[in-house]
Every structure is written in structure tokens, then in C-alpha cells.
């Protein structure tokens, strides 16, 4: 760990370097999650499939279910 890889900069220095990069991507990948705003899309629609149950997302103007082929009828958006 004392071996000098660069310069000055021993092993035990690089790898604490990778350590905290890490754990900043990881920190910084939380917080975008937390604070991003999840914006409804105007193309899609959270739907119920009456016939087998299947829910999901699927394209506004999707007429059938994706998992049996059943017609989704009116596409209202699911109310729960």
C-alpha cells in the first residue's frame, strides 16, 4: 500500500480516491431519484385491464391490453 503509483500518490491514496468518487456518484444518484420530478407524460396512461387484471402503462391511445388482446374500452386511467 506504501508503493508510490504516480507522482506522489501511493496505492492506499488511490484507492481512497476511488472510494470517495464512489460514494459521490452513489449520493448523487440518490438525489437526482429524491428530487427529480416525475412529470405525467401526455402520451401515456396508467391502465387496468378488466379482463385479466394486467396493469400498466401503456400508450394513450393503446386499444388493447398487451397481455391478453382484450379492448381496454374507454382507456380512463386507473383510479387507485
Not at 420530478?37 to 400508450?59: E, I, L, M
Request: proline residues 1%; glycine residues 10%.
Amino acid at each position: 500500500m506504501d508503493r508510490i503509483v504516480f507522482g506522489e500518490y501511493t496505492v492506499q491514496d488511490l484507492v481512497i480516491l476511488a472510494i470517495v468518487l464512489a460514494g459521490v456518484f452513489v449520493l448523487f444518484g440518490l438525489l437526482k431519484k429524491v428530487f427529480s420530478s416525475s412529470k405525467k407524460d401526455k402520451h401515456t396512461q396508467q391502465v387496468r385491464c378488466a379482463a385479466c387484471g394486467w396493469q400498466g402503462t401503456v400508450r394513450r391511445y393503446a386499444g388493447v391490453c398487451p397481455k391478453c388482446g382484450a379492448k381496454l374500452g374507454e382507456r380512463r386511467t386507473d383510479s387507485r
